[in-house]
């Protein structure tokens, strides 16, 4: 802007002290003057979202200008079409003046190119060759080519991101300055030489003008559509990617952070399989009205298709913020919704992933937020920032997938044995606890593993492999006369799965265990997803025999009325509450009250944790029925578990006994 400030300065400085014109007079300028109306006139018209500084027609009638009458008469036909267009709608004044600067700089290079061929035409020696046929094609092509280059090459740097990808809207800005370039190389001789012999017809040139600029916003604004969703008229995906890449460039450029909040609306396929996709987009419309009027200034919302919306946050304070702003977006969402007279309250789920703490470029920001959705969408816990560690898909993960998959398939992955034991002293079951040792990595949590699993499609594998070791041992022990039923955790993906009761019982038959010397450990999330199914798989579980235990419990979402409909025989209080139970009142209480609440619904309870006599003994005074935990033993290999039984006597203390038949509680379903 300096330079063209400069540039422009100078010439009219040096023309007034040499008495040059600055603009041609006669009839020659007024119709000029005339065109020159009218093209602000039809810019002013086509709206203030139409107007971004520059125009085919300005640059067309810029370019004859400079042909005619050099450069400085070309700069203040530019100028005059940028003011006044800009004095109209006073909109954009900082984009127009920057085009309004790039134009000085290209109408300076293409007199510098005309110069070279030896032209220099001024206001009162104007370029009028003898015959305007090929033998000047040369002279206007590289004026043309000049004007061009400088004028583009500048407004790409102005314009584009630094990005590796080309954005959308470049590509159709680039698509559109060719249709310009054509434009003005077919109009603007063609303005020279009506100016040359009839200057007066001058002012119709409007007409092929206005139609160039009219096919250049009708082109930007089909490319306008192809960034938008037609339903909600917000941003789409596409838009968003293109806008996520821009606001990284520029927290990288200042060291600051980007933030992208993805939001899922929960169980939103019900609203359409119940009142019709009609009603379902009637509501899409009033999240999308709800999300517009709930962002701050600075955000920005796109829809990504289905029920899915983004939040941008291109000037992220930090991940909690973010987190904050999540959370509020899915309360507000949560509110109630009118729909013809129908009220409705939606959930929502929120993902938050930030640059640079979680990804690096648009499409892993996009995915990582995805990622941290689905697992708030999963968890139920409305919002959920990125974690690298519950993400099967970072390379170091997809490793140890691999390496896992391979471990179960060379039997690397191993079963200990952890007691559970009445307050008698009597063995009442073990619970078999996976474990890996990497040949590299040495021991991995279990944690880490199994979820990696249950993220990706080995979750179904690893748990036939689990329930294959678990059996074989137990009837290695029953051949032995070691009589103690076992214990194994099972996911709600394998409680979702069809035909999974059937499974399990083909393998007893297939290892001669009978049912009850089996049970089978489900957390309180299997009650989320689909509660009807579960329970039906759960019962068919039981009519085999196998026992049912419900662990975990008060760390979930199950409300009591889906804990009386699962055929559970068997509580175990998480060790959340159990650690702190000789210290702390209130969890006290809450283990009482689940003991209490357990018990009148014929259940079993166990608490997990154990780890000193105190809380032993407090266990036992609040009526629970067993325990587990270091106070009793750690999961212990096959062989010392075999060990661990002999020297508690589990042979004679644990004979076999008949697994209890299903009976009914409190109008469901239930194994005693």
Request: aromatic fraction near 6%; proline fraction near 6%.
């Amino acid at each position: 802007m300096a330079l063209a400030a400069a540039l422009l300065g100078t010439g009219v400085v040096r023309a007034l002290g040499t008495r040059h014109g600055l603009f041609p007079g006669g009839v020659d300028g007024w119709s000029l003057a005339v065109l020159t109306g009218l093209i602000v006139g039809h810019l002013v018209a086509l709206g203030r979202d139409r107007w971004w500084g520059g125009t085919g027609s300005g640059a067309a009638l810029t370019l004859a200008v400079l042909l005619l009458y050099g450069w400085l008469p070309a700069v203040l036909v530019s100028l005059t079409v940028v003011v006044l267009v800009g004095l109209a709608r006073r909109h954009r004044w900082r984009r127009g003046v920057l085009h309004g600067a790039v134009d000085i700089l290209g109408t300076v290079a293409g007199a510098l190119a005309l110069a070279a061929c030896g032209v220099t035409p001024s206001v009162e020696q104007p370029w009028h060759p003898e015959r305007w046929d090929l033998y000047t094609v040369p002279e206007l092509l590289l004026t043309g080519l000049a004007y061009l280059l400088v004028t583009r090459v500048l407004l790409w740097l102005l314009n584009t991101p630094r990005s590796p990808r080309l954005p959308t809207a470049t590509r159709t800005a680039v698509n559109r300055q060719f249709l310009v370039a054509v434009a003005l190389l077919g109009i603007a001789p063609l303005i020279c030489v009506v100016a040359a012999y009839r200057p007066v017809l001058l002012p119709l040139f409007a007409i092929p003008l206005y139609a160039l600029d009219t096919s250049l916003w009708m082109a930007h604004a089909r490319a306008e559509e192809q960034l938008r969703d037609p339903l909600t008229g917000l941003p789409n995906r596409q838009w968003l990617l293109e806008r996520i890449w821009t606001a990284l460039d520029a927290a990288e450029r200042e060291g600051g952070r980007t933030a992208l909040l993805l939001i899922d609306l929960d169980r939103f396929r019900s609203v359409n399989d119940t009142l019709g996709h009609l009603a379902g987009d009637r509501l899409l419309l009033q999240v999308a009205e709800r999300l517009r009027v709930s962002l701050p200034r600075e955000a920005e919302a796109a829809r990504l298709g289905g029920d899915e919306f983004a939040i941008l946050l291109p000037a992220a304070d930090s991940t909690t913020s973010a987190q904050r702003l999540a959370r509020r977006l899915v309360g507000e969402l949560g509110s109630p919704l009118d729909l013809d007279g129908l009220t409705l309250v939606l959930e929502a789920s929120a993902g938050v992933a930030v640059f640079p703490d979680h990804a690096l470029d648009a499409e892993g920001l996009l995915r990582r937020a995805d990622v941290a959705m689905y697992q708030a969408k999963r968890d139920r816990t409305g919002v959920e920032v990125y974690e690298s560690k519950r993400d099967s898909n970072t390379p170091d993960r997809l490793g140890l997938l691999g390496d896992l998959r391979r471990a179960l398939d060379t039997g690397d992955v191993e079963l200990h044995y952890q007691p559970k034991v009445r307050f008698d002293g009597e063995v009442a079951g073990l619970e078999a606890l996976v474990r890996w040792v990497h040949p590299e990595r040495g021991k991995v949590p279990p944690d880490e593993f199994i979820a990696i699993a249950e993220s990706s499609g080995l979750m179904p594998y690893l748990t036939e492999y689990v329930l294959e070791t678990a059996l074989a041992q137990v009837a290695r022990w029953r051949a032995q006369g070691l009589y103690v039923p076992v214990a194994v955790n099972v996911s709600p993906r394998d409680v979702h799965t069809p035909g999974f009761a059937g499974a399990v019982a083909g393998r007893l038959a297939r290892h001669g265990v009978p049912p009850g010397a089996l049970q089978l450990e489900i957390t309180e999330h299997v009650l989320l997803e689909d509660p009807q199914r579960a329970a039906d798989t759960l019962a068919g579980l039981t009519g085999h025999g196998v026992k049912m235990s419900l662990d975990d419990f008060g760390t979930g979402y199950s409300s009591l009325v889906h804990l009386r409909r699962l055929p559970v025989s068997e509580l175990k209080i998480d060790r959340s509450f159990v650690a702190r139970l000789a210290i702390d009142t209130e969890d006290a209480e809450i283990v009482r009250c689940t003991v209490d609440l357990a018990h009148s619904l014929g259940l079993v309870v166990v608490a997990e944790g154990v780890e000193d006599d105190e809380t032993w003994e407090r266990l036992r005074d609040l009526g629970c029925d067993a325990v587990q935990g270091w106070l009793v033993s750690a999961a212990m290999p096959p062989e010392e578990t075999t060990a661990w039984l002999r020297a508690r006597g589990a042979a004679r203390r644990l004979e076999p006994r008949a697994a209890c038949p299903p009976q009914v509680r409190g109008g469901g379903t239930a194994a005693g």
